[in-house]
């Protein structure tokens, strides 16, 4: 077993709250793979690479010049954290990652961030499944979509994004769409996952939940 947290759920779910959080409480590492498939369509944007091609998706993957500052995403050392995180960049990395030469290209730089010595809370969508199998710790969020367009709508008021419930909903439906019928690595939880039914539940509750998967596990003691 490999001392690793997984943290995979559909968008908008919390995911990163909580893996933040989970990183405070552990001291681990975090690996936000989402940023990786975000940053490979910013690229591709920036080179003009089309999504339907392939073969230079899969060269900009392997050679991807992404790099992580604290919570901050670079691109070739600019600070894109900001850019990465809007809807059409979402949009695109969601069609990319549905591509399955471009998740076996991002698989290795993914498997990279694991280093035994200080541990690894790993969120996305395949890091129990795929990722980190042998992760000592699975979760597995979920809410209806109408929570998380909800949640998202928030989230882009509070940062001066004008946004729209209905667009945002039909958008997250879509996303979660590909990303579960996918044929490689779609969203699904891991046999052994702890699944976390977010929609009712305050973040507080989230958080005593995973916390005690933790203590169950001996991840803290
Ligand atoms: O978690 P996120 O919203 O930042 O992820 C952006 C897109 O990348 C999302 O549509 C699904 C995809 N993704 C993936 O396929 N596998 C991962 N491990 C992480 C993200």
Partial sequence: MDNIVTVDGPSGVGKGTLSQWLCNK???????????????????????????D????????INLPVSFYATNV?????????????E????????????TEVRTALLERQKSFYN?????????????????????VKLFLTASAAERAKRRVKQLK???????????TLDIEQRDERDRTRLSSPLVPASDAIIIDTTYLSIEKVYQIAEKALWDNGILK
């Fill in 26 to 52: 552990t001291g681990f590492l975090l690996l936000d793979s989402g940023a990786i498939y975000r940053a490979l369509a910013y690229g591709s944007i920036v080179e003009k690479i089309s999504e339907t």
């Fill in 158 to 168: 509070s940062q001066g994004v004008d946004a729209i419930l209905t667009q945002i």
């Fill in 116 to 136: 035994k010595g200080s541990g690894l809370v790993a969120d996305g969508r395949d890091m129990g499944t795929v990722v980190f199998p042998k992760a000592k």
């Fill in 54 to 61: 392939i073969d230079a998706l899969v060269t900009l993957a």
């Fill in 74 to 86: 670079l691109y070739d050392n600019k600070d894109v954290t900001a850019s990465i995180r809007n």
């Fill in 88 to 99: 059409e960049t979402a949009a695109i990395a969601s069609k990319i990652a549905s591509i």
